[in-house]
């Protein structure tokens, strides 16, 4: 853990919230410890419920770095990674992520018990699902 790059972490939470945006920020360091990229939540000025920073890393490194570049590298986060994003840095073959506050906390500090889930029903119709699925 470097505290160096998580106190950039929220630094840039700080950044965006005097932007207009909820606070958080997240910067993604090199397997050589080069900082490779920086972001902040816009999700309100960009009117984007998906506009986490993480996210926005995510997507960054699926899109820019090899496998093993990837798995080399780590996320410093000012918050623990929501569902979405937490989903989207799995894909993304970031290697570790590094975060201040947990979600936990976050919610303890904004008096706020979560999102609540959706409600699902499923699964149906599997032998018409699975077609598409054959040979993917």
């Known amino acids: 853990m470097n505290e160096e790059h998580l106190r950039r972490a929220i630094a840039l939470a700080a950044e965006a919230i005097a932007g207009g945006n909820p606070p958080f920020g997240s910067l993604l360091v090199g397997p050589d410890g080069t900082v490779l990229v920086e972001e902040r939540n816009t999700t309100s000025?960009?009117?984007?419920?998906?506009?986490?920073p993480e996210l926005k890393?995510?997507?960054?490194?699926?899109r820019n770095l090899d496998k093993a570049t990837a798995a080399g590298t780590t996320m410093y986060t000012s918050c623990e990674p929501c569902g979405m994003c937490a989903?989207?840095?799995?894909?993304?073959?970031?290697?570790?992520?590094?975060?201040?506050?947990?979600?936990?906390?976050?919610?303890?500090l904004r008096g706020f018990p979560g999102f609540p889930g959706v409600p699902t029903d499923g699964p149906?119709?599997?032998?018409?699902?699975?077609?598409?699925?054959d040979g993917y």
Request: hydrophobic share 45%; proline share 2%; charged share 20%.
């Open 57 to 62: 890393l995510a997507r960054w490194a699926a």
């Open 124 to 133: 149906h119709l599997y032998e018409e699902a699975i077609r598409p699925i």
């Open 87 to 108: 989903g989207a840095l799995a894909r993304s073959g970031i290697g570790n992520v590094v975060f201040a506050l947990s979600g936990k906390q976050l919610n303890e």
């Open 45 to 52: 000025t960009d009117n984007d419920i998906t506009a986490h």
